[in-house]
């Protein structure tokens, strides 16, 4: 390719944080969309999408490829993140199906759930690198080769307003969206740097522990299985909890050790959700299963169907909690929104 940018790029990254940034005088806030990270890069008829660790999307996604030829700039480099749409709301579970091995499942994949881009950075343009100009300047180049909005190829909304990001941190979750990112708008680009900050939802559950996996590093809890019982008193895998200090991961070994289950599990290493890696085959996900007896408080930001759509975080014990009162009748729902009415602003 004959770009100022060649792949791969790393993205540059945000930390989180509790609460919106105030607004400076130079903040601008855009909605933090739940899909898969990608540069775009154009240079005529070759495309190619650059995933977040840096390895190629471009097999998986040809419809996107087809896309970008034909609602792009010639030569481009554009930053934005890969999504699928489900009626009116985003469908991540649709998009993991998508990284698939055999091309005759990516192409009827792709007929059946296309992808769409929705671009919020400007790299490259022509024979000009942008990754030195302030990120304002990138957002109103990137707003300049959207005059012709494409179907599958958009921008995302974005806004000066403090009090209008929470507005949208508040309502557009209804659409499958997972917070509010802030953007400095002095920003140069800097790859694999954490530089811009991301707020999600954060709320509460109580889960039961059904299992755990062990720590790559040797025989000590990596992370703890979780389950909510469903309206059948059937048990379901609804996620991990992580984030323990390497002693306490130790500690835990000999704590659960009691309650290690023989036989009689509702759970096998093939059934539960993400039994296979799509980008590591060979990763190890079995796991040691645990009689469903001991419950934990831990926190999520939200559900992408009947899960956690992220790591949840260990909050607390609560032995005065029954692992039958574990039911996903607690979890709040955010209330719906239209994705259309999100990317017509």
Not at 56 to 73: C, G, I, N, S
Not at 317 to 344: G, N
């Amino acid at each position: 390719m004959n770009l100022p940018l060649r792949p791969p790029v790393a993205p540059m990254l945000a930390k989180a944080v509790k609460s919106l940034p105030p607004q400076d005088g130079a903040m601008l806030y855009e909605p933090k969309w739940d899909g898969y990270r990608c540069i775009v890069f154009r240079d005529g008829d070759e495309v190619y999408l650059g995933s977040r660790n840096e390895r190629p999307f471009t097999r998986y996604f040809p419809e996107l490829v087809e896309a970008v030829r034909a609602e792009l700039p010639e030569r481009v480099v554009v930053d934005g993140e890969i999504v699928i749409r489900s009626g009116q709301t985003l469908d991540f579970e649709a998009l993991q199906q998508r990284i698939h091995p055999a091309a005759s499942r990516v192409k009827l994949l792709a007929e059946e759930t296309p992808a769409s881009f929705i671009a919020f950075d400007l790299l490259a343009l022509g024979d000009e690198s942008l990754v030195e100009a302030p990120f304002a300047e990138r957002r109103a180049r990137l707003e300049s080769i959207f005059g012709n909005a494409g179907r599958s190829v958009r921008l995302t909304p974005v806004t000066t307003s403090q009090e209008r990001a929470a507005e949208w941190f508040e309502t557009f979750e209804g659409a499958g969206l997972d917070g509010i990112v802030a953007k400095p708008g002095g920003l140069p680009y800097q790859p694999d740097k954490r530089v811009m900050f991301k707020v999600r939802h954060e709320r509460t559950a109580d889960a039961v522990i059904a299992g755990y996996r062990e720590h790559k590093s040797g025989p000590v809890v990596g992370s703890l299985l979780l389950g909510l019982y469903d309206a059948e008193g059937a048990l379901k895998h609804v996620g991990v909890a992580a984030s323990f200090p390497m002693k306490r991961r130790a500690e835990l070994v000999d704590e659960l050790a009691p309650y290690v289950s023989q036989d009689g599990h509702p759970w096998s290493a093939e059934s539960l959700p993400g039994a296979i890696s799509k980008w590591s085959a060979t990763k190890d996900l079995s796991f040691v299963p645990l009689r469903p007896e001991l419950v934990i408080e831990v926190a999520y930001d939200h559900m992408e169907g009947t899960r956690f759509r992220h790591t949840a975080h260990f909050r607390r014990w609560r032995p005065d909690r029954t692992p039958e009162s574990c039911t996903f009748e607690q979890l709040e729902q955010p209330v719906s929104y239209d994705l259309d009415d999100i990317l017509a602003r």
